[in-house]
């Protein structure tokens, strides 16, 4: 998983760790050790503590990181568009195929 300038991780290349590579399939440890990896260790522990899997991460609106989850508002807005939305768009685009 490669970490780019601006906070995000590319999230088309195989996961480590042995995370599934769709995160439909991730556990809520998944969920955890991801946003841990993308450098959001303190705000990690929200989505452990509201149970949040990967189905639930992909359902998850803009709304919901930045008012559920307890985060404040920069890292939340950093939370919800370089991850979460482009792993909704990538899961999408795959689900497509």
């Known amino acids: 998983m490669e ?21 439909a399939q991730w556990a809520v440890a998944d969920v955890v050790n991801y946003f841990r990896m993308a450098g959001f260790e303190e705000q990690a522990s929200a989505f452990h503590d509201q149970e949040i899997d990967g189905r639930s991460l992909l359902l998850m ?36 195929l």
């Open 61 to 96: 609106t803009r709304n919901d990181v930045l008012t559920g989850l307890t985060i404040k508002l920069g890292p939340a807005l950093k939370i919800y568009e370089y991850h979460v939305k482009p792993l909704q768009n990538q899961h999408l685009k795959h689900s497509a």
């Open 3 to 23: 970490k780019k300038d601006n906070g995000s991780i590319d999230t088309e290349s195989p996961m480590e760790n042995g995370q599934p590579p769709d995160p």
